[in-house]
């Protein structure tokens, strides 16, 4: 197991894979992993779809081109009915940032296994609801296709790019 700071800094994106099953053993792990997520008051709204072999994986080709011959594939998901709203301010509803967190869980446990994934935003919500069968109230947050990276993959030119922390941090005393 590494480190936090080294698993964050190689964690990246993972566009290619190899056609390789993933043990059980190492998708307990990255589910284990996910189910200790927080969220708000402790409500976990969300819910994942595990789409295990490339056949389950193609299911969401008419959602997104984004699949890179994955052999599996974790959907995100939140119920916006039973997640935290800060309904006496503004109606903020927390299960976007509930299930963003359980995403982030599932692919830093995945790079501290060997495996790789990505986050794919660009899909259709109401293809992905339509092929699992979704009712209205389930929200899609993020495709993660999952799998073990090619040996030829690269990580994109931009993934050590990072901003000064002067940029992005306000100390206020």
């Given at each position: 197991m590494k480190?936090?700071?080294?698993?964050?800094?190689?964690?990246?994106?993972?566009?290619?894979?190899?056609d390789r099953e993933i043990e059980q053993e190492k998708l307990d792990y990255i589910l284990a992993c996910g189910?200790?997520?927080?969220?708000?008051?402790?409500?976990?709204?969300?819910?994942?779809y595990l789409l295990l072999g490339k056949d389950a994986v193609?299911?969401?080709?008419?959602?997104t081109h984004y699949t890179f011959?994955?052999?599996a594939m974790l959907i995100v998901t939140y119920d916006q009915t039973q997640a935290w709203v800060r309904d006496k301010i503004d109606d903020f509803c927390s299960g976007q940032t509930d299930a963003a967190?359980?995403?982030s869980h599932y692919m830093f446990a995945?790079?501290?296994?060997?495996l790789g994934t990505t986050w794919v935003q660009y899909f259709d919500p109401k293809e992905v609801k339509k092929e699992l069968n979704l009712p209205e109230n389930i929200q899609v947050m993020t495709l993660l296709p999952l799998?073990?990276?090619?040996a030829d993959y690269e990580a994109s030119p931009r993934h050590t790019e990072r901003?000064?922390?002067?940029e992005t941090l306000t100390i206020i005393r």
């Open positions: 480190d936090f700071l080294t698993l964050a800094k190689e964690r990246c994106s993972v566009r290619k894979f190899e189910q200790v997520a927080p969220s708000a008051r402790n409500l976990q709204p969300f819910h994942t193609k299911r969401m080709e008419g959602a011959s994955a052999p967190i359980l995403a995945a790079c501290d296994c060997g799998g073990y990276p090619a901003k000064d922390l002067c």
